[in-house]
């Protein structure tokens, strides 16, 4: 157990009150061991790229015909109404709530307030000529209380977001758990419950009957790690807590909860694909000593092979089990046939990337690239060609779709009404290019979300992430493209760079 409980990298923590305390306590010794190679912030700064139209139409890298560039969103960090039509409470309406859990103490309450705004959400997604949207359906709208009988006015929504998407030529990709689990489902213990995992495939049992006929691919739960690693290691996310026994059973029934909700897609009858969505992280070693190597390897156990040996392989990876141990939680979780149900077969892969790990022989890691706004983000562009490409050589040509890639930018609304994003075009150009050379290589990549479309209510950091193409002005709720959405429209329309 001993890198268990030093190994943790946890995304967002330095930035997080809570997370600071988790520091402390030693959940955090990763984050807190980090130290920085280039203290430069680059991906934030205001240094003119290239013209954003001009570099966009250069003709140089074509994606494949029919490439789905898409932006990605979730529930709770854009839709806002959170007590109307019926909506049941979820653990991030609680977490939110509670003092000191997120930064100046901003909930989703209201949030991009695009339940109220969805039909101007999807002409801005139209002028921006998206051909995929990437969003998420909340649990606490179809069940207030995450079991019994639907609620239609929750189904109804959706169903009229993915008519509008449709009318717009827009192809819908809805995710069906993206964290903001019923509150009354973690009141019964939540994911370290098993039985929560049951709840979830008769949700997603529900939405499928309902939608299943306008959505041609679905997502079932995204990043169960970081569920596991902030909700569960740190505390910096919902429910907040710091139990490392705790966080590997509640990575079991994740799974399990995605298996069965692929099993119920099938036995619906439902045409749509479906696969999960995994933050995947490249881990390297910080340096050539072999126990460096040894160390990534197992960092790259927790990172990557928990959630894709299982789905792809049908067994979880035996060192990391071997570190778990056979007393863990979590090793005395699995019941027989569980592997089968999570490695039932799916259709796609969705891939989440955002930055790299380096790792010392210590298990702890260092940064050697520049961050962004987002602290537990360096940004490296090859990542995302490496990971991409790693998965397609250990598991096989599956499709895949990335389903988040973006940063967040101090960006200011101008008095001329301009937002003069640069350094997210200059980020976005970098990763779509190396997203390119991993299709020149042979990877499956049909689609690219830009993380987000809007700007959003980013978890622990409340509002003060902008990580959106559009700036949302929370006051007037106004919504106004930036200077990337302008480039990325030109991307879309040329099919390339
Ligand atoms: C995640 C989530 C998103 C975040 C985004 C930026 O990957 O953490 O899916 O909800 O907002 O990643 O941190």
């Given at each position: 157990?001993?890198?268990?409980?030093?190994?943790?990298?946890?995304?967002?923590?330095?930035?997080?009150?809570?997370?600071?305390?988790?520091?402390?306590?030693?959940?955090?010794?990763?984050?807190?061991?980090?130290?920085?190679?280039?203290?430069?912030?680059?991906?934030?700064?205001?240094?003119?790229?290239?013209?954003?139209?001009?570099?966009?139409?250069?003709?140089?890298?074509?994606?494949?015909?029919?490439?789905?560039?898409?932006?990605?969103?979730?529930?709770?960090?854009?839709?806002?109404?959170?007590?109307?039509?019926?909506?049941?409470?979820?653990?991030?309406?609680?977490?939110?709530?509670?003092?000191?859990?997120?930064?100046?103490?901003?909930?989703?309450?209201?949030?991009?307030?695009?339940?109220?705004?969805?039909?101007?959400?999807?002409?801005?997604?139209?002028?921006?000529?998206?051909?995929?949207?990437?969003?998420?359906?909340?649990w606490s709208r179809i069940q207030a209380?995450?079991?019994?009988?639907?609620?239609?006015?929750?189904?109804?929504?959706?169903?009229?977001?993915?008519?509008?998407?449709?009318?717009?030529?827009?192809?819908?990709?809805?995710?069906?758990?993206?964290?903001?689990?019923?509150?009354?489902?973690?009141?019964?213990g939540g994911w370290e419950n098993r039985?929560?995992?049951?709840?979830?495939?008769?949700?997603?049992?529900?939405?499928?009957?309902?939608?299943?006929?306008?959505?041609?691919?679905?997502?079932?739960?995204?990043?169960?790690?970081?569920?596991?690693?902030?909700?569960?290691?740190?505390?910096?996310?919902?429910?907040?807590?710091?139990?490392?026994?705790?966080?590997?059973?509640?990575?079991?029934?994740?799974?399990?909860?995605?298996?069965?909700?692929?099993?119920?897609?099938?036995?619906?009858?439902?045409?749509?694909?479906?696969?999960?969505?995994?933050?995947?992280?490249?881990?390297?070693?910080?340096?050539?000593?072999?126990?460096?190597?040894?160390?990534?390897?197992?960092?790259?156990?927790?990172?990557?092979?928990?959630?894709?040996?299982?789905?792809?392989?049908?067994?979880?990876?035996?060192?990391?089990?071997?570190?778990?141990?056979?007393?863990?939680?979590?090793?005395?979780?699995?019941?027989?046939?569980?592997?089968?149900?999570?490695?039932?077969?799916?259709?796609?892969?969705?891939?989440?990337?955002?930055?790299?790990?380096?790792?010392?022989?210590?298990?702890?890691?260092?940064?050697?690239?520049?961050?962004?706004?987002?602290?537990?983000?360096?940004?490296?562009?090859?990542?995302?060609?490496?990971?991409?490409?790693?998965?397609?050589?250990?598991?096989?040509?599956?499709?895949?779709?990335?389903?988040?890639?973006?940063?967040?930018?101090?960006?200011?609304?101008?008095?001329?009404?301009?937002?003069?994003?640069?350094?997210?075009?200059?980020?976005?150009?970098?990763?779509?290019?190396?997203?390119?050379?991993?299709?020149?290589?042979?990877?499956?990549?049909?689609?690219?979300?830009?993380?987000?479309?809007?700007?959003?209510?980013?978890?622990?950091?409340?509002?003060?992430?902008?990580?959106?193409?559009?700036?949302?002005?929370?006051?007037?709720?106004?919504?106004?493209?930036?200077?990337?959405?302008?480039?990325?429209?030109?991307?879309?329309?040329?099919?390339?760079?």
């Open positions: 157990m001993s890198l268990l409980t030093r190994r943790r990298l946890l995304r967002r923590a330095a930035l997080s009150a809570t997370a600071a305390r988790a520091v402390r306590t030693g959940l955090a010794g990763a984050a807190a061991a980090g130290t920085v190679a280039s203290a430069a912030v680059a991906g934030c700064d205001d240094t003119p790229g290239p013209a954003p139209e001009g570099g966009a139409s250069s003709g140089a890298l074509r994606f494949p015909p029919d490439f789905g560039w898409g932006a990605a969103t979730s529930a709770y960090q854009i839709e806002g109404a959170a007590k109307e039509d019926g909506r049941g409470e979820s653990v991030w309406d609680t977490f939110s709530r509670t003092p000191g859990r997120t930064r100046n103490g901003d909930t989703g309450d209201v949030a991009a307030d695009h339940y109220h705004r969805y039909a101007e959400d999807l002409d801005l997604m139209r002028d921006l000529g998206l051909r995929s949207y990437r969003f998420s359906i909340s209380d995450g079991s019994g009988r639907p609620n239609q006015r929750g189904l109804d929504f959706y169903r009229r977001l993915v008519d509008g998407l449709h009318e717009r030529g827009i192809a819908p990709m809805a995710t069906l758990f993206h964290w903001d689990l019923p509150q009354a489902l973690q009141d019964a039985d929560t995992a049951e709840r979830f495939g008769a949700y997603a049992d529900i939405v499928f009957r309902a939608l299943g006929d306008r959505v041609p691919a679905w997502l079932t739960i995204n990043e169960p790690k970081t569920v596991v690693q902030n909700g569960y290691l740190s505390g910096h996310h919902a429910p907040g807590r710091q139990d490392p026994a705790a966080a590997y059973l509640v990575a079991h029934h994740l799974q399990l909860a995605h298996g069965l909700a692929v099993r119920a897609l099938r036995a619906a009858g439902v045409e749509g694909r479906i696969g999960p969505a995994l933050n995947l992280h490249p881990c390297y070693p910080a340096d050539d000593t072999a126990e460096a190597a040894a160390a990534t390897r197992l960092y790259d156990g927790y990172e990557n092979r928990l959630y894709l040996d299982s789905v792809f392989t049908g067994a979880y990876p035996q060192d990391v089990l071997a570190d778990l141990g056979a007393d863990s939680r979590m090793v005395r979780g699995i019941r027989d046939g569980d592997l089968a149900v999570i490695a039932s077969p799916v259709d796609l892969l969705a891939v989440q990337y955002y930055t790299p790990i380096y790792v010392t022989g210590q298990g702890t890691t260092v940064r050697k690239w520049p961050t962004s706004g987002a602290e537990w983000q360096q940004i490296y562009p090859e990542g995302m060609y490496d990971i991409l490409t790693r998965v397609t050589r250990d598991y096989g040509p599956i499709p895949l779709t990335i389903t988040e890639n973006g940063l967040p930018c101090p960006d200011t609304l101008a008095p001329d009404g301009t937002v003069d994003d640069t350094a997210r075009i200059d980020f976005l150009r970098d990763h779509f290019a190396a997203a390119h050379r991993a299709i020149l290589d042979g990877v499956p990549l049909e689609s690219y979300h830009v993380w987000s479309l809007l700007d959003n209510f980013e978890w622990a950091e409340g509002y003060d992430q902008r990580w959106g193409l559009v700036y949302v002005d929370y006051p007037t709720q106004r919504r106004v493209l930036k200077r990337s959405a302008h480039w990325y429209r030109t991307v879309i329309r040329n099919n390339g760079l």
